[in-house]
Structures are given as C-alpha cells and as structure tokens.
C-alpha cells in the first residue's frame, strides 16, 4: 500500500468515466468551485457512496473527515475523506495539515482521499503524499476537475453550467 489510485478505480466513482476532461469548461468549473463542502460536496459524496451518515460539524467534531466504505478495483477499504470547498479559494499546507495528521489515527484505514475545490498548492500536496505513505495507506487526490466530472456523472450538477440539482431538479 501507499500507492496513488485513480478516481474510477473506486467502484463507487466508476461511473466517472462517461465524462471526458473536455466536457468541463470554464463556467461548470466556476459553479463547481462554488459548492459548499459540507451542504453539497459531503452531501452529494454521501449519495454516490450511500451513506446516510452525516460528519458532525462543530467543535466536537474530528476535523471534518468524512469516514465510508468504499471498493478499489473490487476489495474493501474503509476510506477517509479531507474536503475543502468554496471557502477555500487556494489551499496551502497551513489550512491541512492537521486533518491530514488527524488521518492517521483512524484504525483500518485503507484509502487516504483528499478533495478540493480551490487550487491545491504544492506544500498541501506534498504533505498529504507524505502523510499516505508514511500510513502505508493508498491515497486519492480530487481536483475541481474530478470533482465536477463525477458530479455530473452522477445527476448531481447540472451538465450544462455545473449547478447543483434541487428537489425540483
């Protein structure tokens, strides 16, 4: 383990290769970026991965991570994810760190994801790669781009200009 896994070797995700990379264009990206983590981007994970848990949020909570059963190229893996959404506009190492350290407390984890929406820089990448492989844990990185294909993959954001769908549709 400690390796780096692609988005649609997640069973769950499979789905995300119906959409190519040039099907988002500018203004899907700029909806995309728009989405609140915990409201929209946790929720809508939650849905693909059908799991009606919620992640408290809230000063008794264990660093917004949300924890959920996922299948890497068909075996089980209990999954943390560490996700930044629109209020985080540039995510640097200062802003992570400490979920990814909070990461490494879970017992049994198998697969270390980390999603954002804004631009990821290079100390938040490096130290979460660090992170993974000193867990012997495989690790994900989801970018705005992943992140609005398999929404889209999965009917929650609109095709067309990346907002979400609400009840309505």
């Known amino acids: ?9 997640i069973d769950e995700f499979s789905e995300i290769k ?3 990379d040039a099907a988002i264009n500018t203004e899907i990206l700029t909806n995309i970026r ?4 915990k409201s929209e981007m946790e929720r809508f994970l939650r849905e693909i991965l059908y799991d009606p848990n919620e992640t408290p949020h809230g000063p008794i909570e264990i660093a917004d991570i949300l924890t959920s059963h996922v299948h890497v190229r068909g075996n089980k893996r209990l999954a943390a994810f560490v996700l930044k959404g629109k209020s985080f506009l540039r995510v640097s190492s200062r802003d992570v760190t400490h979920q ?12 270390m994801v980390f999603g954002a929406l804004g ?10 790669v660090q992170i993974a492989i000193d867990a012997g844990c495989d690790y994900l990185l989801i970018d705005a781009q992943d992140l609005a294909r398999l929404f889209i993959a999965y ?7 990346g907002t979400p769908y609400d009840d309505t549709g």
């Open 155 to 161: 009917e929650k954001v609109c095709p067309k200009d």
């Open 1 to 9: 383990m400690g390796r780096l896994i692609k988005i649609q070797d």
């Open 34 to 37: 728009d989405l609140d983590e």
């Open 18 to 20: 119906t959409i190519p």
């Open 100 to 111: 990814f350290v909070k990461l490494r407390q879970i017992q049994g984890l198998g697969l």
């Open 119 to 128: 631009n990821v820089q290079d100390d938040a990448q490096r130290d979460f």
